[in-house]
């Protein structure tokens, strides 16, 4: 029985015929389709759920200096926020969010030409921001929250 290395550690692996295979491949699919048909609805009712005002002035801090929620905008109509996981003291970021991170300037492009913008945002500060950022040659627009959008606006 081969082994294979996972995030769980280290897992045995049944080998058995093509045939077999397929079978036990098409068995899982229905059960596939009927997540995907699951996930459908629940994205549709995320979709539909009211929007909420934004009262709260939240101020970030830019390389241009500080700017509002609303300058996040950047004159378009709506605003993707990824929350970055860096934290203050941090050298790196998350290796997950670095993962994701390094398709964010290619997506920009699209974004823009349908009325939307896209920020990231982290809780570290842009001195230690800027440096991680450059090195790993990300052109996207970082702040840095003081503190308050991420608890506010995040479930």
């Known amino acids: 029985m081969p082994k294979i290395k996972t995030v ?3 897992e045995n692996r049944n080998v058995v015929s093509q045939k077999e295979w397929l079978v ?9 389709k009927k997540f995907t048909k699951l ?5 549709l009712r995320r979709r539909k759920l009211p929007w909420v005002k ?16 609303g300058d996040l905008f ?7 926020v990824y929350h970055f996981m860096f934290g203050p003291g941090w050298k790196e970021g998350c290796e997950h969010c670095s993962f994701w991170a390094d398709h964010f300037d290619s997506v920009n492009i699209h974004i823009g030409q349908r ?7 982290s809780r570290a500060p842009l001195a230690e921001i ?6 790993m040659g990300w052109k996207f627009n970082w ?3 003081y503190k308050g959008v991420s608890k506010d606006c995040c479930a």
């Open 8 to 10: 769980r550690g280290i």
């Open 24 to 32: 036990a491949r098409k068995k899982l699919l229905v059960e596939e």
């Open 39 to 43: 996930r459908d609805k629940l994205n």
């Open 54 to 69: 934004i009262e709260k002035e939240y101020v970030f801090d830019a390389p241009t200096g500080k700017v509002t929620l």
């Open 74 to 80: 950047c004159g378009k109509s709506q605003l993707i």
């Open 115 to 121: 009325d939307t913008t896209f920020a990231v945002v």
């Open 130 to 135: 800027e440096p991680f950022k450059k090195r």
């Open 143 to 145: 702040v840095y929250e």
